[in-house]
């Protein structure tokens, strides 16, 4: 079990530019969430995968945001047109989804900054 | 959605004080989970707690899923303790995590 590992661990990019993060799950892992916290709250959701099926989007995820899930594995998060509001840490998260234990652990996060 | 209180927000104690902080939900859940906000941002798990008590060395929790409250014990307290705690939960009815704001709490050597 070599944890959720998450790239790039920092980010910052120009206000206009497309980002991209990636995210690895603990392997027997089927279900997968992204989640995003700002200075001072907890964290919010913004979508999850079951396998690699996108199940629910927040309305947190503009049109600005795709995440996807290829062959239920790893998945990415991307950001087009940046913009200053978009600055937070991006926390990816695992679980098994299902069964008597659920417990969901998380990667290191991307902390993205944009200018 | 699942509304998830915590208190106290903040919290500074003497380094071997004891502590309890609290989380309030307002619907039933399936799983309850405590984390440590490390200062680097990353959640480490706790206690995956969804009803009952379980203890870890000088940390401790308990879950009263009827009465739908969680409260996390700190016992000793040390430096190292000092962060963010976060309680967060899930049911099968949204089947996401709903988190709490937080207690930032502050150990003083």
């Known amino acids: 079990d070599t944890g959720v590992s998450q790239d790039p661990r920092h980010k910052i990019t120009k206000r206009g530019q497309n980002v991209t993060f990636r995210c690895d799950p603990i392997?027997?892992?089927?279900?997968l969430y992204w989640y995003r916290q700002t200075l001072g709250q907890g964290p919010e959701f913004l979508t999850y995968?079951?396998?690699?099926?996108?199940?629910?989007k927040s309305r947190l995820l503009s049109d600005r945001f795709s995440a996807e899930r290829p062959k239920g594995s790893f998945s990415t998060l991307e950001i087009q047109r940046t913009e200053q509001g978009d600055s937070a840490m991006y926390l990816c998260?695992?679980?098994?989804?299902?069964?008597?234990?659920?417990?969901?652990?998380f990667g290191q996060g991307t902390r993205l900054t944009v200018v | 959605g699942i509304q998830v209180e915590q208190s106290p927000p903040d919290l500074i104690l003497q380094e071997g004080a004891n502590s309890t902080l609290r989380c309030n939900f307002s619907?039933?859940?399936?799983?309850l989970q405590w984390f440590h906000q490390n200062p680097w941002g990353q959640l480490i798990n706790l206690f995956y707690?969804?009803?009952g008590t379980k203890q870890n060395g000088r940390l401790s929790a308990t879950t009263v899923a009827t009465e739908r409250y969680s409260l996390l014990y700190i016992s000793s307290s040390q430096t190292t303790d000092s962060g963010v705690y976060f309680c967060?939960?899930?049911?099968?009815?949204?089947?996401?995590?709903?988190f709490g704001s937080g207690t930032k709490l502050n150990v003083k050597p």
């Open positions: 619907d039933s859940v399936n799983n």
């Open positions: 998260a695992s679980s098994r989804g299902t069964g008597m234990n659920t417990e969901a652990f």
């Open positions: 995968f079951q396998n690699e099926a996108q199940l629910e």
């Open positions: 707690i969804p009803s």
């Open positions: 967060a939960v899930d049911s099968y009815n949204f089947n996401k995590f709903y």
């Open positions: 392997s027997e892992h089927n279900r």
